[in-house]
């Protein structure tokens, strides 16, 4: 990123040219930078109001990150990544706490031949007679 003066600046360890803490032009000011984070914040909680975060685990992971995801780049006009919203919703919730536990993998893994119950055909079977009975 170039200033003013024409320095390239460098980015801080661990955040990407598009992340959401970048580092900003040497001409911002601190408060600036603290508000442009505070924005970002706020859409953050903002979209978590759509896409709530107990959908974040299991079969719903992909598609909450992605709406996060689209949320934040719509309403901010800049691109972020999964792993970036990932990481800023590290700074609010513990996501560990989201990770599956190996009890439901095999929950849901398991396969089971699907049949109706007994009683619904003798239902089925009653009704057929009483309607076939009755013409």
Known sequence: ???????????EEGMSAH?????????????????LQVEVELK??????????VKLCGIHRHF????LTEYLQRSLKRQFSPSEVLQLLDRFYNLDMLEPE???????????????PRSFFVKEELLNST???GI
Do not use: H, R, W
């Open 102 to 116: 190996y009890e439901d993998i095999e929950l849901l893994n398991q396969e089971e031949d699907f049949c109706l």
């Open 19 to 35: 992340s959401p803490c970048k580092n900003l032009p040497s001409f911002s000011s601190s408060a600036e930078k603290e508000q």
């Open 1 to 11: 990123m170039t200033g003013l003066d024409g320095e390239i600046g460098t980015e």
């Open 131 to 133: 309607t076939i009975g």
């Open 64 to 67: 909450v990150l992605f709406g």
């Open 44 to 53: 953050l909680l903002e979209a978590l109001e759509i896409y709530p975060l």
